[in-house]
Nanobody, 123 residues
Framework: QVQLVDSGGGLVQAGGSLRLSCAAS????????MGWFRQAPGKEREFVAA????????DYADSVKGRFTISRENAKNTVYLQMNSLKPEDTAVYYC????????????????WGQGTQVTVSS
């Protein structure tokens, strides 16, 4: 069982930056593929980024490529999402998620979820 706690959200102006963190419980964090998803009001939860267990592979949604960076520190059981050049359309609740197995973009493949952290980007 893995428990995830998201943090780092807030209110930022367009063009600004935020860094989200997700702290995981458990001793086998490096076994888990980790992902970030987001959900805006009235919309489906969508894939943002994913990172393999050893951090060697990453994947991003087209909408965030070049602006967001996912990373992890397995020694700290933590995954990060650095968000730069934020846009109003990035406004959403952001969730970290974990799964055993390889990287996928479908939310249905992720078993463990954080509680979410709100990111609001003003224009």
């Amino acid at each position: 069982q893995v428990q995830l706690v998201d943090s780092g959200g807030g209110l930022v102006q367009a063009g600004g930056s935020l860094r989200l963190s997700c702290a995981a419980s458990g001793r086998t964090f490096n076994y888990y593929t980790m992902g970030w998803f987001r959900q805006a009001p009235g919309k489906e939860r969508e894939f943002v980024a994913a990172i393999s267990g050893n951090g060697g592979n990453t994947d991003y949604a087209d909408s965030v490529k070049g602006r967001f960076t996912i990373s992890r520190e397995n020694a700290k059981n933590t995954v990060y999402l650095q968000m730069n050049s934020l846009k109003p359309e990035d406004t959403a609740v952001y969730y970290c998620a974990g799964r055993t197995g390889g990287m996928i973009i479908s939310r249905y493949g992720y078993v463990y979820w954080g509680q979410g952290t709100q990111v609001t980007v003003s224009s």
